[in-house]
Every structure is written in C-alpha cells, then in structure tokens.
C-alpha cells in the first residue's frame, strides 16, 4: 500500500504551481512556472494575460510534479486546489483542473484558502505544532495579522486599507524605474543607500488599530522622486545615489510598520508566536528586523522559508488538516476571488 499523499494545485494569481505532499507534510515535489517575463513590461500582473498563461501550463505542472514524486494519479489520496482569494480566471484554471482530477479518479476534493495556506508554511517549517500563533501575510496583495488559535481557526485582526506591502513595493520600483517585481529591485537598491536618508511616513504605527495604510508612503516617495505639484521645495536630482536612498528609506518605513504592527498584534492577543508569510516575508531586512523584535522581546518568530514565500503549492499541506478534519469540496465548489497585485 503505497504512503498517503494529496497532489495540490495553485494558479491564484501569475504562478502556476503543483506539489506532492505527504502525511507527514514533507514536499516530495513542489514545481511552479512563473509568468514574470509575461508581465514585466506593464508594471503588474494582467488577469487575461496570467489566466491563459495558466490554461498553457497546468497539465505539463501537475504531470512534472508527479514524475519528480515518482509518483501517479492512481497514488493520490485526495486532490487540493487553492480556491480563494485571487485573480477569478486564474483560479478558475486550477479549479477546473482539480476537479476534472478528482471526478476522474473518485478521490476526495479540497479547497484550500491561500492566505491561511501562507501561515500553514510556517508550520510545515516547524516540524511541530506552532498553535495558538498571531499570523502576519505580507505580499502583493495582502498585508493581514490573524490570530490563529489552530491551522484551522483563523480570525481576522487588521489588513490594509489601501495598497498592500507588495503592491507599493512594485509601485515604488516603477517610481525609480528599477524593475519588476518590485520586491526583489527595491531590496537590490536599498543595500547601496541609506535608510536614513528620507524620513518616510510610517503610518498606523502609533495606532491602536492593527490596520495597514501604504499609499501615503508610495505617495511621499512619489514626491520625493518627482515633486510635489503642491509644494515650492526644490526637488533633488535623481541621481542613481539618490534612487538607493530612497529606495533603502521606503524599505526601512515599510518594514517598521509590519514589524511594529505585528509585535502589536502579539501583545494584545498576548500570543507568543509570531509566523509570517507571503512574497515579501522574503525580503531580508523584514527577515532582519524581525529577528531583532524576536531577540527583545521573547516572542518566537517563524518565517516560511524562502521557497515557500512566493505563490507555490507545497504550501497547500494545510490540506492535511482539512482531511483530517473531513471537510471535503463538493464538485461544484466555485472560486472566491480578491484583491492582488494590479498593474497601475
């Protein structure tokens, strides 16, 4: 009899990603193609562009994830699929495919959040049970603390109002036109200058809500870039120095909100683990900084690694716990779509 293993899919957003993932949430595959190439000359992601993009490479993902668990559609225990929140046609993609699978081969469906599936990450990387925990999503579309009191209990505490963390780090890119995505070109810039060159708005820090708010920030780098209509201040050349310095000042503001917000949201809910999740738990100064918040206060702080920050499906292991706890999909389960990184 071979060892149970539940085959995952993901297709929320401009990655297209299947895993193989077994009882003991071990990754024995976690394949994803990326469509960066598709849209990095809009700035963002393009629903249709993404959506047929995933309509291409589904069926070669899922094959590929098979073949590198050396295993077949006749081993499958049950069949995942990342349902919400996300791009509609994009989860659509993965959907239909899911359960064309799970129909096909009599096997139990389950649908997975992906949000909750990003902190799930964090205890796969534990190796152990990390709950009750404050669960912060950090990416392009989401920047949400959870209290989660198991890897099934999820309560909402603050998310943004506006741009997320991801968002205004793509926008921000294209402000100092360093590339797409964002992220990963912000982080390059901000190790060649000086984080303390800008006194950037750090917004919510003082507040008492757990909220997020970073379009002011994109703002009053916007300013600072280009000028502000309003305003008679000479603006500074931008220079490539410049462009560092304001790229290492945003970061710097933008961490120290999702930081400080977080060690909030620990305090209140007077939890001492903290996992973080999603693209922009990559970034090596949030890495860094929280590190500093875990070292003065006590909290232990989880981070899902690297390869489990950008969209994937290994992630998806948090199906282990959803069949455990019998909540299948019924074959006519529909998609729940939300917000995600846009281009402008």
């Known amino acids: 009899m071979p060892a149970p293993i539940i085959l995952a899919i993901e297709s929320s957003c401009d990655e297209t990603a299947a895993a193989v993932i077994d009882r003991d949430l071990n990754a024995l595959s976690n394949v994803v193609a990326s469509q960066t190439?598709?849209?990095?000359r809009f700035g963002g992601v393009v629903p249709e562009i993404a959506s047929r993009a995933h309509v291409q490479k589904i069926l070669p993902i899922i094959d590929e994830a098979l073949k590198q668990a050396n295993a077949k559609l006749s081993d499958l225990t049950a069949i995942a699929v990342v349902t919400e929140p996300g791009l509609v046609g994009s989860l659509l993609v993965g959907l239909t495919a899911a359960k064309t699978l799970a129909w096909s081969m009599n096997l139990p469906l389950i649908a997975v959040n992906h949000i909750e599936a990003h902190i799930y990450a964090c205890r796969m990387a534990a190796g152990r049970d990390i709950f009750p925990a404050v669960g912060l999503v950090v990416s392009g579309g989401h920047s949400n603390l959870y209290t989660c009191?198991?890897?099934l209990d999820f309560e909402l505490l603050g998310s943004?109002?506006?741009d997320a963390a991801g968002e205004a780090f793509d926008k921000v890119a294209q402000l100092l036109n360093l590339g797409f995505p964002g992220g990963?070109?912000?982080e390059r810039a901000a190790k060649k200058g000086d984080p303390k060159a800008v006194r950037f708005p750090r917004t919510f820090l003082k507040d008492k809500r757990l909220d997020f708010s970073f379009s002011g920030l994109k703002t009053a780098v916007l300013y600072e870039a280009r000028g502000n209509p309003g305003s008679h201040r000479p603006v500074p050349e931008l220079t490539e120095q410049r462009v560092y310095d304001l790229a290492a000042s945003f970061q710097e503001a933008a961490v120290d909100v999702l930081v400080g917000k977080s060690e909030q949201a620990l305090t209140e809910t007077g939890t001492n683990v903290l996992c973080v999740?999603?693209?922009v738990a990559a970034?090596?100064?949030?890495?860094?900084q929280l590190s500093e918040m875990s070292n003065r206060t006590?909290?232990?702080v989880i981070i899902a690694p690297m390869e489990f920050c950008?969209?994937?499906?290994?992630?998806a292991g948090i199906a282990w716990e959803l069949y455990d706890a019998g909540r299948f999909a019924e074959l006519d389960v529909d998609v729940t779509p939300g917000l995600v990184r846009r281009p402008r």
């Open 283 to 288: 970034n090596g100064r949030l890495r860094e």
């Open 310 to 315: 950008t969209d994937n499906a290994a992630m």
């Open 160 to 162: 943004t109002i506006d």
């Open 184 to 186: 990963p070109a912000v």
């Open 37 to 40: 190439d598709l849209h990095e």
């Open 277 to 279: 999740g999603g693209g």
């Open 149 to 151: 009191q198991s890897a």
């Open 298 to 300: 006590g909290a232990e």
